[in-house]
């Protein structure tokens, strides 16, 4: 068997407390994403388009030990990265939390951490896709493009790597109107992928928000997956305000409300909706869902 089919290898202990899925799984796009898997015997699957071409990591945990296995040219840039993907370069110096919701969530959640994706283009996409609609709405296109223009996954063929950026800027009108995409967000993918090299060498949220079709909301969803920023708020969000509201505050407010109740959490804002989203304590629903809508029939 060639050593390609093998794959490649590590065992890397974490320095502290972790859960895995917790802390990976932000980077799934729904249950159904071609290029993210959970097995039910723990092991997490992901298929990436590194710097060295496309890759495939597998994680398995076991007596505190991760066993991280990887395939593909992208091989030996997956297996570096895994401390990173797994919050190594995540710290809370100088995070304090004053309410008691967030230490609680805190202690009962000790093996989060903030992951670290290293790829900018790729966190870039989903979330554009994720554009003031439902998740549903967003996953199905995503499951479509994968499908369509993504290679196979090296050791994981059933799984699909997502495509490198002059593939994404090269999909005809017709394919993004089938997946679900609507036309404004299309060339916001477009775009971003014309100058996908410099953002991936300056990710800040200047150089971000340049970008025609990107804002503040898509901005941080980008930096918290592609650079584990604490302190990246996704202001414009539809449910976030109410959720930090009604857990600090036992009543829902607006983004500028939200803004000022994480004030005093600047540098981590980011963990603290992490942690409040996690903690169970949302607004109760009232008034209609929004609907499903499919771009596909117009």
């Known amino acids: 068997m060639s050593g390609e089919m093998k794959g490649l290898s590590r065992l890397w202990r974490p320095p502290y407390e972790l859960d895995v899925r917790l802390t990976v799984g932000l980077h799934r796009r729904g249950g159904g994403d071609p290029a993210f898997r959970f097995d039910g015997d723990g092991t997490i699957w992901r298929a990436s388009c590194t710097p060295d071409g496309p890759g495939t990591l597998r994680l398995n945990e076991a007596d505190g030990v991760i066993e991280a296995r990887a395939w593909g040219p992208g091989a030996a840039w997956l297996l570096e990265g895994v401390p990173d993907l797994l919050g190594a370069s995540d710290s809370t110096e100088g995070f304090r939390p004053t309410h008691a919701i967030i230490k609680d969530t805190m202690e009962q959640r000790p093996g989060l951490r903030l992951s670290r994706s290293g790829r900018v283009f790729e966190a870039l996409v989903p979330a554009v896709l994720e554009q003031k609609v439902l998740g549903v709405e967003a996953w199905r296109a995503w499951r479509y493009l994968l499908r369509r223009f993504g290679e196979p996954a090296p050791g994981a063929p059933d799984m699909r790597v997502p495509p490198?950026?002059?593939?994404?800027?090269?999909?005809?009108?017709?394919?993004?109107?089938?997946?679900?995409?609507?036309?404004?967000?299309?060339?916001?993918?477009?775009?971003?992928?014309?100058?996908?090299g410099r953002l991936e060498a300056d990710p800040s949220e200047r150089k971000l928000r340049s970008l025609p079709g990107i804002g503040v909301w898509t901005a941080a969803e980008i930096r918290q997956r592609a650079l584990g920023d604490p302190d990246a708020v996704s202001v414009g969000d539809y449910h976030l305000p109410g959720i930090v509201g009604w857990a600090l505050t036992g009543r829902k407010v607006d983004d500028d409300g939200m803004l000022e109740l994480l004030a005093p959490y600047a540098g981590h804002r980011y963990r603290v909706t992490r942690l409040l989203e996690l903690s169970g304590a949302h607004p109760p629903r009232r008034g209609p869902r929004l609907p499903v809508r499919d771009y596909r029939g117009f």
């Open 164 to 196: 490198p950026p002059e593939v994404w800027a090269r999909i005809p009108s017709w394919e993004w109107h089938r997946s679900g995409a609507e036309a404004v967000r299309a060339r916001t993918i477009i775009g971003a992928a014309r100058v996908a």
